[in-house]
T-cell receptor
Framework: DQQVKQNSPSLSVQEGRISILNCDYT??????FLWYKKYPAEGPTFLIS?????DKNEDGRFTVFLNKSAKHLSLHIVPSQPGDSAVYFC?????????????FGKGTLLTVNP | GAVVSQHPSRVICKSGTSVKIECRSL??????MFWYRQFPKQSLMLMAT?????????EQGVEKDKFLINHASLTLSTLTVTSAHPEDSSFYIC????????????FGSGTRLTVV
């Protein structure tokens, strides 16, 4: 049973346009969410996170939106650049105790075309 | 910033042999380290959580006798794949956090293991 779902395995966007990557979760105990970027044969790199007490967090070109009632979050990248092409993983965690381990989605391959 | 070094980056071994993968936090003390495994086009699956000085906690379905984890110091954790078989071929990634329950996860660069 997958608790973190990224239903789009791939997304293709034109350079300069907005990229929107989606993530859904089922575990209501999750209260912290992270996005990671990953290139082939490399470890994930942290991008941005959001706590459940917020509904939006912005960092430069990256914005994460959280809709707790829908158990849905999304990562917006604007403007998209060819260097953003990578696999993006959504991850979720509960706070403290044994719930701090991350649960990952399967990832979405983003391709930004010049 | 926090840096995690993972070695080797890739290794090829013969079936039946053991392989050790090291994960080091270079500029911080990692009280907790995590080991993940990733199959092609799949998610990162947590294998085990290790806390310095104590036994690792393995996820359901992960054989603790096959995947030996040692976290002897605050900067080093090792994963040993014992009696490796071709089905153990995968991408193994470690991550480290500065404090238990903290969210400052830093990932290593991963190890591509191929068992022939």
């Amino acid at each position: 049973d997958q608790q973190v779902k990224q239903n789009s395995p791939s997304l293709s966007v034109q350079e300069g346009r907005i990229s929107i990557l989606n993530c859904d979760y089922t575990n209501s105990m999750f209260d912290y969410f992270l996005w990671y970027k990953k290139y082939p044969a490399e470890g994930p790199t942290f991008l941005i996170s959001i706590s459940s007490i917020k509904d939006k967090n912005e960092d430069g070109r990256f914005t994460v939106f959280l809709n707790k009632s829908a158990k849905h979050l999304s990562l917006h990248i604007v403007p998209s650049q060819p260097g953003d092409s990578a696999v993006y993983f959504c991850a979720a965690s509960g706070f403290g105790g044994s719930n701090y381990k991350l649960t990952f989605g399967k990832g979405t391959l983003l391709t930004v075309n010049p | 910033g926090a840096v995690v070094s993972q070695h080797p980056s890739r290794v090829i071994c013969k079936s039946g042999t053991s392989v050790k993968i090291e994960c080091r936090s270079l500029d911080f003390q990692a009280t907790t380290m995590f080991w993940y495994r990733q199959f092609p086009k799949q998610s990162l699956m947590l294998m085990a959580t290790s806390n310095e000085g104590s036994k690792a906690t393995y996820e359901q379905g992960v054989e603790k006798d096959k995947f030996l984890i040692n976290h002897a110091s605050l900067t080093l954790s090792t994963l040993t794949v014992t009696s490796a078989h071709p089905e153990d071929s995968s991408f193994y990634i470690c991550s480290a956090t500065k404090r238990a329950g903290g969210y400052g996860y830093t990932f290593g660069s991963g190890t591509r293991l191929t068992v022939v």
